[in-house]
């Protein structure tokens, strides 16, 4: 623990550095800021090995907010004000096409919004192409399954961990949402006996197909190749793994995203309707692909306070907090 | 076109009674006497196409008028300083049997006047009628006020319909039918455009057949006895194209009467069409909320739709 802990100083002072330069250029306006100066550790995810790790994999870099070549997966906590906290817990999945992550706009600034709500945020940095299915989905389940297990050391509920994520993180949201039981999700570490199922998911313009006209077919590549068999593309065209065991979920979609089309989320609405899943769908007429928490001008820069109300009304945060 | 003029002076003449932009008043003790609130426009002042004789008098209580023999709009005008131009004919819903005139009809107008908006609710005919009397009331509305916009402050391609329920499904028969041969009835109007301009469409029904189908609005439109083929034929989604109209669409989770799918399937229906919509499915909200308070999220969805509104340059 003692070795990782190390290491993971490294990693966090390697990229804590770029952070805190982006932090410096964002108006000084969050009170929750002056608290969270000093980078958060991050929380290996595998401090028994990472399974199936790539020897001599190179450096992850960091570049302008973008997370690139991860080979050590992790979770970032960022906690509510002291007092603030509601007992929620929700991992952070950024985007970016399962080929980088968009790490301060679809991460860490996810996290500190989530702050203001009460709510405790673990950004998730998964690994990535170089890996391919079923590695981010084993490191998600993994985030779900270290936060399930330690719970009161980070002040959360148990039952009140959920998932968020944008785009192809997004996909990696509804994974775990749909696929928190499936068996290449396992490693054979102790912790598989915990439960990966999120207890809520929130997907911010989703990656769900992977087939047909509405398929995000960079995300496809990046996480099972070039050619893969069509039986492995429709298992991970996640509106086809719903069932009645899926949990809630809110979704958002823009619908001048020509990157991922909005009928990702309208299917994967509809595929939880079916299963009798409650779900939340707000499909504006225009958005675009990839504004996180700065949306387009428009109706659709409302869409984390009608998120902050979904959550409110299943009492999973408070609203008016901060 | 001279001809259409003449006929809306003679609508105004007989039914608007001078103050054709004055509140209109739908309930109380006046109802009770006089089944036509003041200030209405009759649709059809050349005779109600295929009209019912006897059939018996228009009937109002507990907000819900029924028995809909006179087809008509009552207007209720945008305040002079606030008026934007853009109007909306409201479709009350009730099933195709009633309107529920006042949750889904006047608390409506009064919503859209606060936005500038001038309202127009329409009593529409119903199962005493079934298809296409309300279909041809509903087109007869937007070529009365199109073709006699400058008389109530209105753009003439600002104007939109909004309908809740039954009254969705009315709502986007005209985004989707307005040219249909059965909307015609060989007037001189029907030379008007009948094509809305844009659709607000709440808990809507949409379907008439399968299992999203509200299957009590089909009886009512189709009859007991229709085809699956008819009941497939006027399930909307089915007939949308790239002339439909852009649509805002809203419906809760907890719908037991309408499904949240008949939206989804119509907003997916106008996304395949190449049709500007949005489409907001709350996961609570009961059928008929209209525009009440206390229902959690999604009783704020008048202020999602105003933000549509605006966003379209329509306030």
């Not at chain 1, 500190?112 to 998600?140: C, M, Q």
């Not at chain 2, 919509?277 to 525009?291: P, S, T, V």
């Amino acid at each position: 623990m003692r070795l990782i802990a190390s290491v993971m100083c490294a990693l966090v002072v390697a990229w804590g550095t770029a952070t805190l330069h982006a932090r410096a250029q964002q108006p000084p306006a969050a009170v929750t800021d002056r608290q969270n100066v000093q980078q958060p550790a991050a929380i290996p995810l595998w401090p028994e090995g990472v399974p199936g790790a790539i020897k001599n994999g190179g450096p992850e870099t960091l570049d302008q907010g973008l997370v690139r070549n991860v080979h050590e997966p992790s979770l970032t906590p960022y906690r509510p004000p002291t007092g603030r906290s509601n007992g929620t817990a929700v991992i952070v999945c950024p985007g970016g096409g399962y080929t980088v992550l968009a790490i301060d706009k679809e991460g860490v600034a996810v996290a500190k919004w989530l702050n203001t709500l009460g709510i405790s945020a673990f950004v998730l940095k998964y690994r990535l192409k170089e890996y391919g299915h079923p590695a981010p989905l084993r490191d998600v389940l993994r985030a779900v399954r270290l936060l399930r297990s330690d719970a009161p050391r980070w002040g959360i509920q148990p039952d009140r961990v959920g998932v968020i994520g944008f785009s192809a993180g997004g996909h990696l949201a509804a994974s775990a949402a749909t696929m928190f039981d499936a068996p290449e999700g396992r490693t054979g570490a102790a912790l598989d006996a915990v439960s990966a199922r999120p207890d809520f998911a929130i997907l911010v313009y989703p990656v769900i197909v992977l087939t047909g006209p509405y398929a995000h077919a960079g995300s496809r590549r990046a996480l099972l190749g070039e050619a893969p068999a069509a039986e492995l593309v429709d298992a991970l065209s996640l509106d086809t793994r719903v069932t009645k065991d899926t949990p809630p979920a809110f979704l958002v979609h823009g619908g001048t995203d020509t990157a991922v089309p909005p009928e990702n989320s309208a299917l994967f609405y509809l595929a939880l309707r079916r299963a009798g899943v409650a779900a939340e769908l707000h499909n504006y007429e225009r958005g675009t692909h990839g504004f996180g928490l700065q949306p387009d001008p428009g109706p659709i820069s409302g869409w984390p306070q009608r998120c902050a109300e979904w959550l409110a009304a299943k009492g999973l945060a408070a609203l008016g907090l901060l | 076109m001279r001809f259409a003029i003449s006929l809306l002076c003679l609508v105004a003449l007989t039914g608007a009674a001078g103050a054709p932009c004055a509140e209109g008043r739908l309930s109380g003790e006046a109802s009770r006497q006089d089944m036509r609130p003041p200030g209405a426009i009759p649709l059809w002042p050349e005779g109600v196409p295929g009209a019912i004789k006897d059939g018996g008098p228009e009937v109002l209580a507990d907000g819900r008028v029924s028995n809909v023999h006179e087809p008509s709009l009552v207007p209720f005008a945008a305040p002079a300083g606030k008026r934007n131009g853009t109007a909306v004919i409201i479709c009350p819903g009730g099933g195709y049997n009633r309107l529920a005139i006042e949750k889904e009809g006047a608390t409506t107008a009064r919503w859209l006047n606060s936005l500038g908006v001038s309202a127009f609710i329409l009593k529409y005919r119903l199962k005493e009628y079934g298809h296409p009397a309300p279909l041809r009331d509903v087109l007869r509305a937007v070529r009365l006020l199109r073709s006699g916009a400058p008389r109530w402050g209105i753009a003439p391609d600002r104007i939109g319909v909004l309908g809740f329920s039954a009254g969705g499904h009315l709502a986007a028969s005209a985004g989707t039918l307005f040219d249909d041969p059965d909307g015609r009835t060989g007037a001189d109007l029907d030379r008007v455009n009948a094509r809305p301009d844009f659709l607000v469409l709440v808990y809507p029904v949409i379907r008439l057949i399968g299992p999203d189908a509200h299957t009590g609005s089909g009886k009512s439109l189709l009859g007991a006895n229709a085809t699956p083929e008819m009941l497939e034929r006027y399930s909307l989604d089915s007939r949308v194209t790239k002339d439909t109209p852009p649509a805002f669409l809203v419906h809760g989770g907890t719908d037991t009467s309408v499904p949240p799918e008949n939206s989804a399937l119509f907003y997916l229906a106008l996304r395949h069409a190449g049709v500007p919509a949005e489409l907001h499915l709350y996961r609570e909200g009961a059928h008929g909320i209209g525009l009440e308070p206390n229902h959690g999220p999604m009783s704020d969805w008048p202020g999602r739709c105003a933000e549509w509104l605006a966003m379209r340059g329509l306030l």
